[in-house]
């Protein structure tokens, strides 16, 4: 880890997107400068050299950059990193057969540790500061310690959610007494790790074992819970209006319903009322083919996330991006369905990059997170606003959007220490302590993995709708479709 910093950093010179705590409305300062102190954003002026700083300000040239709050991710899977690129062409019910019901065979606590810490030093590289993420590696003691701990080490704002699915080895008894254990360790407020619970069993659970839950959750005053909600054909309805009968919506707790495939018009009413938040994952549910039917009607209550990085990108300019150009098409077509040509663009940059950010820090009931305000964290990032992909940019926000990519970032910060810096990651030995150790690990995982049969999908998705095959394309003229086939193993 990096050493000390000093007290007070002052972002000189630079182009800030700041945004009121009340408000989903950007603003720019030009030319501007940013100072930090402790933890927190002390002063945003709009000149770059600010007088009567703190004595021992360290001054970082910010010319020509773009300081933009941290992007924050609400669903992520962070274990998984060490599966990367085995499965690029899954599907739901292959990638829940093949990885998520099955890495327990193969997977040791180590294996956990080290994924989780390079999925976590991957997104801070990406400018992701927070992290929402639903441990569902929780298949003993000693594999629920090592993401957690992994957590801790990464040196990014972590909401850790032990995913609670009693296994034969490891009951739910057990998990819930172990995971009161572990809360112990991780309490302070100043922590940048926070443990949360990850719950799916809503529909199918035994009544006890809900209410064995939901009391857990008052004891140890879980400020997020986060669940699965898919619905539609795809099950696993746990929607607003399950979870608002229980009573887990109306109180202090966030609660973080993912993906949201079957929201409709009852379910937008009552995260309304009750004021609590979906995550989109765009390229996830486009990969999977989970879908988003009517996520784009409910964004005044959303925020964005990743999901299951092992598959595709882990960052956030991409799932921004990815989201307004899907939702642009979705509204798009329906003008043109009617025989209209649009004159107006039904959503902006300046919303994707909201979506990105503030409401992710809404999500989780910290407006100090995902926004850049005088008493706001000091979770920034600072983009390189000269490089050949962001060059001749005049609207800062346009400029993130659409044009720059993870190399574009030169500074990452949390809680106003740098974890990135002159476009390195500032992790102690990150190469002897992270590389070589990971690299060990996913050679071992993927060989695993790769050498496992093939899931038989047969029947029912989880005894209701009937498996089926999507239509494959051809981008062939010659013989075959070019579909190809995948290039898994060493030798």
């Given at each position: 880890?990096?050493?000390?910093?000093?007290?007070?950093?002052?972002?000189?010179?630079?182009?800030?997107?700041?945004?009121?705590?009340?408000?989903?409305?950007?603003?720019?300062?030009?030319?501007?400068?940013?100072?930090?102190?402790?933890?927190?954003i002390?002063?945003i002026?709009?000149?770059?050299?600010p007088?009567?700083?703190?004595?021992?300000?360290e001054?970082?040239?910010?010319?020509?950059?773009?300081?933009?709050?941290?992007?924050?991710?609400?669903?992520?899977?962070?274990?998984?990193?060490?599966?990367?690129?085995?499965?690029?062409?899954?599907?739901?019910?292959?990638?829940?057969?093949?990885?998520?019901?099955?890495?327990?065979?193969?997977?040791?606590?180590?294996?956990?540790?080290?994924?989780?810490?390079?999925?976590?030093?991957?997104?801070l590289n990406?400018?992701?500061?927070?992290?929402?993420?639903?441990?569902?590696?929780?298949?003993?003691?000693?594999?629920?310690?090592?993401?957690?701990?992994?957590?801790?080490?990464?040196?990014?704002?972590?909401?850790?959610?032990?995913?609670?699915?009693?296994?034969?080895?490891?009951?739910?008894?057990?998990?819930?007494?172990?995971?009161?254990?572990?809360?112990?360790?991780?309490?302070?407020?100043?922590?940048?790790?926070?443990?949360?619970?990850?719950?799916?069993?809503?529909?199918?659970?035994?009544?006890?074992?809900?209410q064995?839950?939901?009391?857990?959750?008052?004891?140890?005053k879980?400020?997020?819970?986060?669940?699965?909600?898919?619905?539609?054909?795809?099950?696993g309805?746990?929607?607003?209006?399950?979870?608002?009968?229980?009573?887990?919506?109306?109180?202090?707790?966030a609660?973080?319903?993912?993906?949201?495939?079957?929201?409709?018009?009852?379910?937008?009413?009552?995260?309304?009322?009750?004021?609590?938040?979906?995550?989109i994952?765009?390229?996830?549910?486009?990969?999977?083919?989970?879908?988003?039917?009517?996520?784009?009607?409910?964004?005044?209550?959303?925020?964005?996330?990743?999901?299951?990085?092992?598959?595709?990108?882990?960052?956030?300019?991409?799932?921004?991006?990815?989201?307004?150009?899907?939702?642009?098409?979705?509204?798009?077509?329906?003008?043109?369905?009617?025989?209209?040509?649009?004159?107006?663009?039904?959503?902006?940059?300046?919303?994707?990059?909201?979506?990105?950010?503030?409401h992710?820090?809404?999500?989780?009931?910290?407006?100090?997170?995902?926004?850049?305000?005088?008493?706001?964290?000091?979770?920034?990032?600072?983009?390189?606003?000269?490089?050949?992909?962001?060059?001749?940019?005049?609207?800062?926000?346009?400029?993130?959007?659409?044009?720059?990519?993870?190399?574009?970032?030169?500074?990452?910060?949390?809680?106003?220490?740098?974890?990135?810096?002159?476009?390195?990651?500032?992790?102690?030995?990150?190469?002897?302590?992270?590389?070589?150790?990971?690299?060990?690990?996913?050679?071992?995982?993927?060989?695993?993995?790769?050498?496992?049969?093939?899931?038989?999908?047969?029947?029912?998705?989880?005894?209701?709708?009937?498996?089926?095959?999507?239509?494959?394309?051809?981008?062939?003229?010659?013989?075959?479709?070019?579909?190809?086939?995948?290039?898994?193993?060493?030798?």
């Open positions: 880890m990096s050493t000390t910093p000093p007290s007070s950093v002052l972002l000189s010179g630079g182009t800030i997107i700041v945004c009121p705590e009340d408000a989903d409305l950007l603003d720019v300062v030009r030319d501007g400068a940013l100072l930090i102190t402790g933890d927190r002390a002063g002026y709009d000149t770059a050299h007088s009567n700083l703190p004595a021992g300000t001054v970082v040239d910010c010319t020509n950059k773009i300081i933009t709050p941290g992007f924050i991710d609400t669903h992520r899977h962070g274990w998984q990193t060490g599966l990367k690129t085995l499965v690029p062409n899954t599907s739901m019910p292959d990638y829940i057969n093949r990885v998520a019901f099955s890495a327990s065979a193969f997977y040791t606590a180590e294996d956990v540790y080290i994924g989780q810490l390079a999925g976590l030093l991957e997104a990406a400018g992701v500061t927070t992290s929402l993420d639903h441990a569902h590696h929780i298949w003993s003691k000693e594999t629920t310690k090592a993401g957690l701990q992994a957590s801790i080490d990464s040196g990014a704002r972590v909401y850790w959610n032990h995913a609670f699915t009693g296994t034969p080895t490891y009951p739910f008894s057990e998990q819930v007494a172990y995971f009161k254990e572990l809360a112990k360790t991780v309490s302070r407020p100043d922590d940048l790790t926070t443990m949360g619970v990850a719950y799916d069993g809503w529909t199918y659970a035994p009544a006890e074992e809900i064995e839950l939901i009391a857990l959750t008052k004891e140890l879980t400020p997020v819970l986060t669940t699965h909600y898919c619905g539609g054909p795809w099950m309805d746990n929607s607003p209006e399950l979870l608002h009968r229980h009573g887990v919506l109306e109180s202090d707790m609660v973080v319903f993912s993906h949201a495939m079957g929201i409709n018009t009852s379910s937008s009413l009552v995260l309304r009322a009750t004021n609590q938040y979906i995550s994952t765009p390229e996830s549910e486009m990969h999977y083919g989970i879908s988003h039917p009517n996520a784009h009607l409910v964004q005044d209550q959303a925020a964005l996330g990743v999901d299951t990085f092992l598959t595709f990108s882990t960052d956030m300019l991409t799932q921004a991006r990815i989201w307004l150009q899907r939702t642009r098409s979705r509204v798009f077509d329906r003008a043109l369905q009617n025989w209209r040509i649009p004159v107006n663009n039904p959503m902006s940059a300046n919303q994707a990059f909201l979506l990105a950010t503030r992710g820090g809404l999500a989780l009931r910290r407006p100090d997170l995902g926004a850049i305000r005088v008493g706001a964290k000091a979770d920034l990032v600072v983009f390189d606003g000269r490089s050949p992909g962001m060059l001749g940019w005049v609207d800062p926000v346009a400029a993130v959007i659409l044009h720059a990519s993870v190399g574009d970032i030169e500074h990452v910060l949390v809680d106003g220490r740098f974890r990135k810096r002159d476009g390195k990651l500032t992790f102690a030995d990150y190469e002897g302590a992270v590389v070589d150790r990971f690299l060990a690990s996913a050679a071992k995982l993927q060989k695993a993995a790769a050498e496992r049969p093939d899931p038989v999908l047969e029947g029912r998705f989880w005894g209701g709708c009937e498996y089926g095959r999507a239509d494959e394309v051809n981008i062939s003229r010659g013989p075959g479709t070019g579909y190809g086939t995948q290039f898994v193993h060493r030798h």
